[in-house]
């Protein structure tokens, strides 16, 4: 790479760096990438020929490391390839080619709009102090608007979304969004939607930690386990009271499965089998009638039952 080199000395030398690379680029930036761009940032000043195993060297990084640094910083534009190396780009002037969109004139369509705004402005104000201490990045209002009009939620709503991942350290834009399109799946849209969602995760979530203590895990359920969870819960509409009953039937495994457990439920929710009772009810009739087919072997010794009456699945309700 190709840097000029001047007569100052660096004992009295500055590197700027404008203050949007903190807000922007920064917080979501791996280690080993930052330093690289710190590093030809500075040399930039010095006009030299610098060469990546050079880099590698002097930042103590693999040659690999230094070539994927550069690559990801050419992809952020926050470098730009030339024939004989690299020229740094001008971040300011970037991000204010991105929100600069010169207009003539305002629509009467855009005056109500902008009438109606007020109450989000505001609510925009609001997470810029709340949550980034009034130095919010500036590509976070345009993601805001996106996702005021993607998700269409309310103001309230979209501070409860900053506060969830404020909460959990992760204000970067693509986990707000990964957040943001999951509460949008559930048709989230104002705040008392936002409640019932989360009284309903808090149920969902203290049946897990039930079912977890009932069968003595060490471990978390896994992604697939909580699903099958979520479809007996959400789907199903099943309590802890008739989950438990399938899970009585550990009791005879070795390990637990819980594509057995769902076997259980699904075939109970099938027979439309809604409550405790019907479910007992219905266990005692299958016990009832294998009573009876045995009494009649005893009787009959030829009769020979070769064929089961019932299939696989309802003998497990026989125990």
Known sequence: ???????????????????????????????????????????????????????????????????????YLEEQNLIIKLPDGYSITNIQELELTKLYSPKVS?????????????????????????FY?????????????LWFKKFGFDEEV???????CSERRALHHAYIEKVGEAWASHNIKNFNDLEAYELKQDKLNTIIKEISDKLR????????????????????????????????????MKNVNFNYFDTILTDWHEKGLNT??????????????????KEIERKIPEFSYTQS??????????N
């Open 1 to 71: 790479m190709k840097l000029d080199r001047s007569d100052k000395s660096l004992l009295f030398s500055c590197t700027e760096i404008p203050d949007v690379f903190f807000t922007e680029h920064m917080p979501s930036m791996d280690g080993n990438y930052l330093k690289v761009y710190l590093y030809i940032l500075f040399l930039s000043k010095h006009n030299n020929n610098v060469q990546i195993t050079d880099l590698s060297k002097r930042l103590g990084l693999q040659y690999p490391d230094v070539t994927d640094a550069l690559k």
């Open 106 to 130: 305002s629509s009467p369509e855009d005056l109500e709009r902008n009438s109606k705004n007020q109450y989000r402005n505001k609510a925009i104000e609001n997470i810029n102090s709340l």
């Open 133 to 145: 201490q009034g130095v919010m990045p500036p590509s976070m209002y345009e993601y805001i608007d």
């Open 158 to 164: 979209m501070l409860a979304l900053f506060n969830y």
């Open 217 to 252: 895990l060490s471990n978390k359920l896994t992604s697939f386990d909580e699903d099958l969870v979520v479809k007996w819960v959400n789907d199903y509409k099943y309590d802890m009271s008739i989950i438990e009953l399938a899970l009585k039937k550990a009791s005879s």
């Open 276 to 293: 405790v009772e019907d479910i007992l009810e219905y266990q005692q009739s299958r016990k009832d009638q294998t009573k009876k087919i």
């Open 309 to 318: 009456t019932f299939d696989n699945l309802e003998s497990l309700y026989d």
